[in-house]
C-alpha cells in the first residue's frame, strides 16, 4: 500500500536583512500549505546570509537561542496556524561564547521536537565555520512527525558516510540536508552524495542549497534543490540554479521497505567488522 507524503523544499537568495528574510519564508511555508505540503525544510542558516565567507564577530548577533528564541517560537505559531511540519536551520547560542550550527524541528501542532546541530566544520576558504561555530554534540536525533520519520544533517555533514547511516539506523524516512555550497567548490558532487546516501542508506533525501552571489564573498551559490528516492531517482525536476523556488513532491514512502526487502543492506552490515574505522 502507498503512504505518500507531500513534503517541500525552498531555495532563495538573501535579501539584505533578517526581518524580510523571515518574511521571506513565512510566505512560503503559506505557499507550500496551500499546495498541500505536511513538512518543509529551509536552507542552511536560513534567516541571514551565509556569513561565514568572512571572519567577523558581528555576525554572532545573529545567534539564538533554541527553542526559546522569537524566530522559533513565530515558527511555532505558524506551523500550528497551517497544520505543517517545519524544519528551520539557525544559528543557535546555547550560552555566549558557545554557538552552533543547528536546524529546530517543529511538528504540525507547533510543538517543538528538538534540534539537530551540525557535527562536521569545514574551515576552509569562503567557509570560515570554526570561527563561528562548535561541533554539534546532538548526535543524529530522529524525530517522530505528522509527516513520517524525519532525520536533519547539515551541509559538510553530506561528505561523511557515517552520520547518513547512524540516521538510517535510527529509522528515518526522510532526511533533510540544508546548505548552503557554492558552484565553483562542490557542484560536481551535489547530484551524487545524495543519491548515493539514499540508495546505501534506503530512504528519501532532500537536498536544499541557497542561490545567489552575497556581498561577503563571491560564492556563487547555485540552488538545484531536489528530492531523490531510495533507487536514486529524482523525484520531479530538479530546481533552478539561479531562482528562488519552492519545491513540492509527493514521496510515497511504502518504497522503502519495498527496496529494504529487496537488498537487505542493515542486515547484511557488519557493524563487529569496523572498529578500526572509529579510531582517532
Not at 517543538?112 to 566544520?121: M, V
Not at 555533514?157 to 526522510?174: K, N, Q, S, T, V
Not at 552524495?193 to 528519501?204: D, K, L, M, R, S
Request: proline share 6%; charged share 20%; aromatic share 14%.
Amino acid at each position: 500500500m502507498s503512504r505518500v507524503i507531500r513534503a517541500a523544499l525552498f531555495q532563495t537568495a538573501w535579501t539584505g536583512d533578517k526581518e524580510s528574510m523571515i518574511q521571506v519564508h513565512e510566505q512560503a511555508a503559506r505557499d507550500a500549505a496551500a499546495q498541500g505540503a505536511q513538512v518543509l525544510c529551509f536552507q542552511e542558516l536560513f534567516y541571514g546570509p551565509y556569513f561565514c565567507q568572512v571572519q567577523d564577530p558581528a555576525f554572532y548577533e545573529y545567534a539564538e537561542q533554541i527553542p526559546e528564541g522569537p524566530t522559533v517560537r513565530r515558527f511555532q505559531a505558524l506551523a500550528k496556524e497551517l497544520g505543517i511540519v517545519l524544519v528551520l536551520p539557525m544559528y543557535e547560542e546555547e550560552q555566549p561564547g558557545v554557538l552552533y550550527n543547528t536546524a529546530a524541528v517543529i511538528d504540525a501542532d507547533g510543538s517543538y521536537l528538538g534540534k539537530y546541530r551540525k557535527t562536521h566544520i569545514p574551515q576552509v576558504r569562503g567557509f570560515w565555520e570554526k570561527f563561528y561555530f562548535r561541533p554539534g554534540n546532538s548526535g543524529w536525533p530522529v524525530f517522530d512527525t505528522k509527516a513520517g520519520r524525519i532525520g536533519v544533517y547539515i551541509c559538510y555533514d553530506r561528505h561523511f558516510p557515517e552520520g547518513w547511516r547512524a540516521l538510517g539506523l535510527a529509522g528515518a524516512e526522510i532526511v533533510f540536508n540544508p546548505s548552503a555550497t557554492s558552484r565553483g567548490l562542490s557542484g560536481y558532487l551535489w547530484q551524487l552524495e545524495q543519491p548515493a546516501a539514499a540508495v546505501a542508506n534506503e530512504y528519501f533525501v532532500g537536498a536544499i542549497n541557497r542561490v545567489g552571489v552575497e556581498e561577503l564573498g563571491d560564492n556563487d551559490f547555485y540552488g538545484t534543490s531536489y528530492f531523490v528516492d531510495p533507487e536514486a531517482q529524482f523525484v520531479g525536476e530538479v530546481a533552478s540554479d539561479k531562482e528562488t523556488e519552492l519545491v513540492v513532491r509527493d514521496l510515497d514512502l511504502a518504497k522503502l521497505r519495498a527496496v529494504r526487502d529487496r537488498w537487505q543492506f542493515y542486515r547484511d552490515r557488519a557493524p563487529g567488522a569496523y572498529t578500526p574505522l572509529t579510531a582517532p
